[in-house]
């Protein structure tokens, strides 16, 4: 079922190369201390991940469904340099900085307006049914070289 008008998500989009994704902190995502537990950022980077494959035209649900396999991280480094907190909103910035046959490499930033919660590079790898890498859609590989970022890539 499909939802529409007012009652869509709002999902993130393109500024440029850089995909910006907003979340907004819930009482669920915080621990007892009042912050956001660390892994939540994971959580939050997926979600933004999702979104902007979606927004590029990547169908990684029709994908699955016929077979042909899906996205799993392989590798991810984080750095963690500030805390949100509830009620916070919270921008996920991901911009592609490698494309191969088989990966994906994303440089993910989390910022609570100017201030930088975390940064991380994330590692996807296209994999078949059985788990084992293969090459991924020829035209996915196409809209990602369109993608990749050419700036500074400062990373974990």
């Given at each position: 079922m499909t939802v529409t008008g007012e009652d869509q998500p709002k999902g993130g989009r393109f500024e440029g190369h850089e995909h910006r994704f907003a979340v907004r902190v819930y009482f669920e995502d915080t621990d007892l201390s009042g912050v956001v537990y660390h892994a939540n950022y994971l959580r939050y980077m997926e979600r933004a991940r999702s979104d902007m494959l979606r927004v590029a035209g990547i169908d990684q649900r029709a994908a699955h469904e016929a077979g042909q396999g899906a996205y799993a991280v392989t590798d991810i480094?984080?750095?963690y340099a500030a805390s949100a907190r509830l009620d916070d909103d919270l921008i996920v910035e991901s911009r592609l900085i490698e494309?191969?046959?088989?990966?994906?490499?994303?440089?993910?930033?989390?910022?609570?307006?100017?201030v930088k919660l975390t940064d991380a590079r994330v590692t996807v790898a296209w994999v078949g049914p059985n788990g084992r890498p293969r090459r991924q859609p020829a035209d996915w590989i196409a809209i990602y070289q369109r993608l990749v970022w050419q700036g500074d890539t400062q990373h974990p």
């Open positions: 480094a984080i750095r494309v191969s046959a088989v990966r994906v490499v994303i440089h993910q930033t989390v910022r609570c307006g100017a």
